[in-house]
């Protein structure tokens, strides 16, 4: 049932066991709708040992990393930028291809046009480390999930992880994503030939803006069913434009010398990444799905589990996906994502 009330989207400290307190999975006058077996999903804990599962699992895939990599020599990436660069005309009196003459009023003639340019360092090329790259992926993911599962114990700012999870909300989980999916797309981007700063930057905000977006879809409430519907398509476009930077740069790379093209492993990075990714967005399109009216589950299941009392587990209630199984689905996508990605890159590029 929707709600005609509206909300204010705060992190405040939440009481499972209150009446008063309704989140959108406990919405007033649905009491009847609930399944038989939602007690026991309720309490089920599951979620919670495969976060502390993907904690270790990250922890220990960022220190073996380090171990590694300490024996091996920095690889650093220069990256460039592009500016429109002002050249007096040659003695021949002949601009370079893709350079305009121009004459200034007191200046003389100019070539004017693009040209990259290296940032300087201390007299080197700035450049990223693309090994801490890899390995901060990791430690991002340790230290966030690590810390929403430490707010069990000691809630910070009012999140406690096994409420919010509860309610179908976890803005660690998005924050998170916001910033290493950013690093791994901007790694992919470097792999692929695009050291454009200013590309990269974009491509980075793009992908979390992505991330941002299914954050707030999280915190809208039913009766802005539209604006989650935007929200989320909207997560998809930024998500496809940057990587439509990535495609193309690969594609242009692979045709830049007839008879040679990059290794295998490379066309395998860019389509396991894009598929894994994607992943994370239907987990939202299918749970959008569920609270859409016409998407109901008698509508999406074909089995006879879905009818009655005795629904899909899957599902808590009629229309809505089980917060717990959400859980569990993203942490454990994170972590084999993660886990591929990062050691695809690790062991192909950095061990070569």
């Not at 040659?90 to 003459?101: A, L």
């Not at 700012?157 to 179908?168: A, D, N, P, T």
């Not at 439509?244 to 093209?261: L, M, P």
């Amino acid at each position: 049932m929707v709600s005609g009330r509206t909300r204010r989207v705060e992190f405040s400290r939440v009481r499972i066991s209150s009446p008063a307190r309704r989140g959108p999975y406990d919405e007033e006058g649905d009491e009847d709708d609930m399944p038989v077996s939602s007690g026991p999903m309720e309490e089920s804990q599951v979620y919670k040992y495969i976060n502390y599962v993907a904690i270790a699992g990250h922890l220990i895939s960022a220190l073996a990393m380090i171990g590694i990599y300490a024996s091996k020599d920095t690889l650093a990436i220069p990256y460039t930028e592009n500016v429109n660069a002002w050249n007096r005309v040659p003695e021949n009196g002949t601009c370079p291809n893709f350079s305009r003459e121009l004459e200034t009023a007191n200046n003389g003639k100019f070539c004017v046009g693009p040209e990259q340019r290296t940032f300087d360092c201390d007299g080197k090329p700035c450049a990223l480390d693309y090994g801490w790259m890899i390995i901060s992926f990791h430690l991002l993911s340790f230290l966030f999930q690590g810390l929403a599962a430490i707010t069990d114990w000691v809630p910070i700012l009012g999140y406690k992880y096994s409420e919010m999870i509860q309610e179908g909300k976890n803005p660690l989980r998005f924050i998170e994503y916001s910033i290493s999916a950013s690093l791994m797309l901007m790694i992919i981007g470097l792999i692929n030939g695009i050291v454009d700063i200013h590309l990269l930057f974009c491509i980075g905000v793009l992908t979390g803006s992505c991330q941002l977006c299914g954050l707030v879809v999280e915190y809208l409430n039913d009766d802005q069913l539209g604006l989650k519907w935007i929200n989320h398509l909207n997560g998809w476009i930024t998500f496809l434009s940057a990587y439509w930077c990535i495609s193309r740069a690969f594609i242009a790379s692979v045709d830049a010398v007839e008879g040679v093209s990059p290794p295998d492993f490379v066309y395998a990075i860019v389509l396991i990444l894009f598929l894994l990714y994607a992943c994370f967005g239907l987990v939202q399109l299918f749970e959008l799905m569920c609270v859409t009216e016409r998407f109901k589950c008698n509508a999406l299941c074909k089995y006879d589990c879905c009818k009655g009392e005795g629904r899909c587990p899957a599902f808590r209630r009629k229309d809505r996906c089980n917060p717990l199984y959400k859980e569990m689905v993203y942490v454990t996508l994170s972590l084999g994502a993660k886990l591929v990605l990062g050691w695809m890159l690790f062991v192909n590029i950095l061990m070569a």
